[in-house]
């Protein structure tokens, strides 16, 4: 079975721009979360998608949007970006329902906002 | 809501010393309790989960953690660290029922030396 896989696994953007990083779920999961993790910092709850709705949501502004399609891929777009939202991001794979699994995450895509 | 607080934010070590890891969490629901591990520049691993049963939880790599209701900790143990285990320990919490949204710890940094 294959991993969550994220990408880009870097990437440099200019302050006010958008960016849009991608999540690819291990086989079989059906839900999709999203982290921010600061330098030196653990990681914050951004969102979560479960069959492609919004399943949750922590204290970030909708500026951080995302989506889930129906192969339970999914993205996450952050507009007008800050500099403050320079992090990385995690992306982690889960089954929810009466098989449930853990979460597993990916590599993470380093985001620096300069 | 849910809180994690790991107290130490570095522990040093020497090679085949025992390290303990310590976790409280704060919830008014039941939880489920997770240590993940994170190796420079990759993503979260976990190591073991606390679900339900027995207190005395078994992980990866020789790891393992005990889940004490009535001191609302979850401390990770390892009888003989290996320079391999260096690396960020996070601690993290979700309630019953939470589907994975998970909360984090700020992590401590285990160095361990020779």
């Known amino acids: 079975e294959t991993g969550v896989t994220q990408s880009p696994t870097h990437l440099i953007k200019t302050r006010g721009q958008q960016v849009t990083l991608r999540c690819s779920s291990q086989?079989?999961?059906?839900?999709v979360s999203w982290y921010q993790q600061a330098l030196g910092q653990g990681p914050q709850f951004i969102f979560q998608?479960?069959?492609?709705?919004?399943?949750g949501r922590g204290n970030f502004p909708p500026r951080f949007s995302g989506l889930q399609f129906p192969n339970y891929s999914s993205e996450l777009n952050v507009n007008a970006l800050e500099l403050d939202d320079s992090a990385l991001y995690l992306c982690?794979?889960?089954?929810?329902?009466?098989?449930?699994?853990?979460?597993?995450f990916g590599q993470g895509t380093r985001l620096t906002v300069v | 809501a849910q809180s994690v607080t790991q107290l130490d934010s570095q522990v040093p070590v020497f090679e085949e010393a025992p390290v303990e890891l310590r976790c409280n969490y704060s919830?008014?629901?039941?939880?489920?309790l997770f240590w993940y591990v994170q190796y420079p520049n990759q993503g979260l691993q976990l190591l073991l989960k606390?679900?339900?049963?027995?207190?005395l939880v078994k992980g990866i790599n020789g790891f393992e953690a005990e889940f004490n209701k009535s001191q609302t900790s979850f401390h990770l143990r390892k009888p003989s660290v290996h320079i391999s285990d260096t690396a960020e320990y996070f601690c993290?919490?979700?309630?019953?029922?939470?589907?994975?949204?998970?909360?984090f710890g700020t992590g401590t940094q285990l160095k361990v030396e020779l």
């Open positions: 982690a794979s889960s089954l929810e329902g009466a098989r449930k699994t853990e979460a597993f």
């Open positions: 086989s079989g999961h059906n839900t």
């Open positions: 919830s008014s629901v039941s939880v489920y």
């Open positions: 993290a919490v979700t309630f019953t029922g939470g589907g994975n949204k998970l909360t």
């Open positions: 998608y479960y069959r492609e709705e919004e399943n």
């Open positions: 606390y679900l339900s049963g027995s207190t």
